[in-house]
C-alpha cells in the first residue's frame, strides 16, 4: 500500500511540474519578440491553502472522539459521500443519521494514525473531477467492532469543497471486505 501510495505522489508531482525550457541564455538581447508564457497562464491545479489541512484533521479529530456533528460541521447540505465500490449517500441529514448509527451502533471506537493530506485547487479539470479545492487524505484506521473484532487499513479519502468551503463531495477508497469481516 505504501508503494502504491508513493507511486501516486511520485505521479502527481510529475503531472505538475512544469518542464518549458527557460529562453536560450545567448539569445541576442536586440531581438524583441513577443510570446506566452506560463506566467500569464493558469495552471491547471495548484497546491490549495493550508486551512483545508486543518480542516481535515479537526474532522477526523471529531469522528474518533464521536463528535459525529462537529465532524459533519463542514459538510454542505447537499453534499455527496461515496465509496470506491460505487455506494453513495445524498444530503447532509443522511450523511449525519448514516455515521451517527454506524459510530454509536456498530463502531466502538476508531482511530486514525500515519495522515497526510495534500489540498490541491483543480483549475482546468483533466477528466472529470471538478474544479476548485480538492483535499486528498491518506492515514491508517484502526477501528474496534461492537463485535469485539478489530480492523486495520489504509484508506485514501477525497474531499471536495464548494466555494463557501463545504464540503460537496467526498471519495472514501477503501477495502470494505475487511470491514465486514471486522463487523461480524
Known amino acids: 500500500m505504501k508503494q502504491l501510495f508513493l507511486w501516486g505522489m511520485t505521479a502527481m508531482f ?3 511540474c512544469n518542464n518549458e525550457k527557460p529562453a536560450a541564455e545567448n539569445a541576442d538581447e536586440s531581438t524583441t519578440t513577443t510570446t506566452t508564457t506560463n506566467a500569464t497562464k493558469m495552471p491547471a491545479e495548484i497546491v490549495a491553502e493550508s486551512k483545508y489541512i486543518d480542516m481535515g484533521k479537526n474532522a477526523i479529530a471529531a469522528l474518533s472522539g464521536g463528535d459525529i456533528d462537529g465532524w459533519m460541521k463542514d459538510y454542505a447540505d447537499n453534499a ?3 465509496w470506491n465500490n460505487g455506494d453513495s449517500i445524498v444530503g447532509k441529514p443522511a450523511i449525519t443519521a448514516y455515521w451517527k448509527k454506524r459510530r454509536t451502533e456498530v463502531i466502538d471506537s476508531i482511530t486514525f494514525h500515519d495522515a497526510i493530506f495534500l489540498p490541491v485547487r483543480v483549475n482546468q479539470p483533466q477528466s472529470i473531477e471538478a474544479p476548485g479545492v480538492w483535499l486528498m487524505s491518506w492515514y491508517r484506521v484502526n477501528a474496534k467492532y461492537k463485535s469485539g473484532n478489530s480492523m ?16 460537496d463531495r467526498v471519495i472514501m477508497y477503501l477495502d470494505r471486505s475487511v470491514i465486514r469481516t471486522a463487523e461480524k
Open 80 to 82: 455527496v459521500y461515496a
Open 152 to 167: 486495520s487499513q489504509w484508506i485514501h479519502t477525497d474531499m471536495h469543497f464548494d466555494a463557501n468551503d463545504k464540503i
Open 14 to 16: 510529475l503531472i505538475s
